[in-house]
């Protein structure tokens, strides 16, 4: 998945000039867009990579194209290789949604009245340390108080640890996919260690076709932490296979997209509920209509 996004302000037609220039250089490897806030009417550049960019390459062309320096910040999108090969050893517990997310090595029990998460991260994003992972926990909390899914699914389920945390709450199976094989295999090992292995159900998948998917619609609550970008592509596969009143729960956009998200999901019929902002990120709840 993208390592790290590129992200400015600039005036439209600044960004639209930027944007077809980057389009042009292969060689970048980035994927750029321009994108306006419907809230205060600024424009934004933005570009994802797949692996960490040429900086360097990137700031000479946007020199050329804006005619002068530009800040441009420079957002980690996910744990990257460096952060996940770390030892898991100095990872401490975290606390989000009243769920207690702890790794192999910890000593201290789980504070009374949590629903514990036991997670060995390896290679897959998700050990609960990321805003984005928090904010969903906390969002599924928010959703479960008020809602009682028995069709849940969690697309790009990383270590699993979404899907876990819905099964634990719920005692319920859940969908758990990835395009990662390496993910879902994590995943299927991560439950079990939780005692949830029953309940999950892994599909190695990159979109919403797959019959396992598919054969299981409609949800009544979708949870995707992807980015931006894959959410807006998958905003109409998620509608076809929400029902009306599921709760969809979105993450993995800056604050600066999330009207952006919004919008292309308002369009497939889902509306916003609550949001939940850590620091950079917004995670979204939405509703089927
Ligand atoms: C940011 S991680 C989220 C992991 C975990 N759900 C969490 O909240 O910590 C995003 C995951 O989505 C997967 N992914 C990216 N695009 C996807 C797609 N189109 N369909 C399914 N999974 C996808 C990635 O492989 C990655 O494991």
């Known amino acids: 998945m993208p390592q790290d ?11 639209y000039a930027l944007v077809d220039a980057v389009m042009e250089r292969d060689d970048l490897a980035l994927t750029a867009s321009a994108h306006e806030n419907e809230d205060t009417g600024e424009w934004f550049f933005e570009a994802t990579c797949d692996s960490p960019p040429d900086i360097k390459a990137f700031e000479a062309l946007a020199q050329t194209v804006l005619g002068g320096d530009v800040n ?26 009243g769920f207690y997310v702890y790794g192999g090595h910890e000593s201290t029990p789980p504070p009374a009245g949590v629903i514990p998460i036991h997670i060995d991260a390896a290679q897959a994003f998700g050990t ?34 979404l899907a876990i945390a819905v099964a634990k709450r719920r005692k319920i199976p859940v969908i758990a996919s990835d395009i990662d094989p390496l993910a879902v295999r994590i995943t299927r090992e991560n439950a079990r260690l939780n005692g949830v292995g029953h309940l999950i159900v892994e599909v190695d998948a990159a979109g919403l076709d797959h019959t396992t998917i598919q054969g299981n619609a409609p949800y009544d609550l979708i949870i995707a932490n992807i980015l931006a970008g894959p959410l807006v592509t998958l905003s109409p596969g998620i509608g076809r296979i929400a029902e009306k009143g599921a709760a969809i729960i979105l993450s993995g956009l800056l604050n600066t997209q999330a009207q952006r998200v919004i919008a292309a999901y308002n369009r497939q019929g889902m ?17 089927k209509a």
């Open 72 to 97: 441009f910040a420079i957002n980690p999108i996910a744990e990257d290789t460096d952060w996940v090969s770390r030892s898991l050893e100095g990872l401490k517990p975290v606390l989000a949604g």
């Open 271 to 287: 509306v916003l509920k609550d949001r939940i902002v850590r620091k950079d990120w917004t995670t979204l709840v939405l509703e």
């Open 5 to 15: 996004q590129i992200s400015t302000p600039l005036t439209k037609d600044q960004a």
């Open 128 to 161: 609960g340390h990321h805003e984005t992972t928090t904010g969903c926990l906390e969002a599924i909390q928010r959703v479960l108080k008020r809602k009682r899914p028995m069709r849940p699914i969690d697309v790009g389920t990383g270590t699993g640890i």
